[in-house]
C-alpha cells in the first residue's frame, strides 16, 4: 500500500490542524494506521492508532484525534490545543495486523513521506 500524507503546516499554540493520510494500492481497511512524529534529534514517536479501537499517546490523549474514512481511503489526524512540543514531522503507517495496541514503528509496514508540523509559540 502507498501512503500520502498532507495537512501540515505553521499554526499558532493553541492551535488546530487536520492531518491526512491517503493510501491507494490495496484494500485500505484491512489495515490499523498509525501516525507517528519525529522531531529533530530524536526518535520516531507514536502519537495515535486506529484499529478496531482507538490508541493515543498519553501527550496527545484528549488534544488529538485519529479516525479513519475508508470509503476514502483516508486516515486523519485532528490535532487541538497544539503545543511547542508537538512540532515535528508526521508520518502515517499502515500495520497489517488489524488488532491490538501495537506502538512500536517496527510493526508497520509501510510508510508515508511525512508532512511537517511547526507551532510558532
Known amino acids: 500500500v502507498q501512503l500520502q500524507a498532507f495537512g501540515g503546516g505553521l499554526v499558532q499554540a493553541g492551535g488546530s490542524l487536520r492531518l491526512s493520510c491517503a493510501a491507494s494500492?490495496?484494500?485500505?481497511?484491512?489495515?490499523?494506521m498509525g501516525w507517528f512524529r519525529q522531531a529533530p534529534g530524536k526518535e520516531r514517536e507514536f502519537v495515535a492508532r486506529?484499529?478496531?479501537?482507538?490508541y493515543y499517546a498519553d501527550s496527545v490523549k484528549g488534544r488529538f484525534t485519529i479516525s479513519r474514512d475508508n470509503a476514502k481511503n483516508t486516515v486523519y489526524l485532528q490535532m487541538n490545543r497544539l503545543k511547542a512540543e508537538d512540532m515535528a514531522v508526521y508520518y502515517c503507517?499502515?500495520?497489517?495486523?488489524?488488532?491490538?495496541?501495537?506502538?512500536?514503528?517496527?510493526?508497520?509496514?509501510?510508510w508515508g513521506q511525512g508532512t511537517q508540523v511547526t507551532v510558532s509559540s
Open positions: 503507517a499502515a500495520d497489517n495486523l488489524r488488532a491490538g495496541d501495537r506502538r512500536d514503528p517496527s510493526a508497520y509496514a509501510y
Open positions: 494500492g490495496r484494500t485500505f481497511s484491512n489495515y490499523a
Open positions: 486506529i484499529s478496531w479501537s482507538t
